[in-house]
């Protein structure tokens, strides 16, 4: 687990995907770990919401997918 870690994504395709957040709100293009032809990345937001994970002193920022389709990079 990366210790740079601190939020994860909940829900679409990068479900459960931890990665790191510089920022309190907005919508980030988190790169989809097995895209689809087509499909790279996928809009997740930032919320309050955080969720502690077992052997972790700090929980994580909850990210949520907007329930969009997947950006395209073309």
Do not use: F, K
């Amino acid at each position: 687990m990366n210790a740079d870690c601190n939020a994860i994504c909940l829900g679409g395709p990068c479900h459960g995907l931890l990665t790191h957040v510089d920022q309190d709100i907005g919508i980030l293009d988190i790169p989809i770990p097995c895209p689809a032809p087509g499909e790279d990345r996928a809009p997740y937001r930032i919320t309050r919401e955080r969720v502690r994970y077992w052997g972790r002193a700090e929980p994580y920022i909850a990210l949520h997918w907007t329930g969009a389709c997947p950006c395209s990079s073309a």
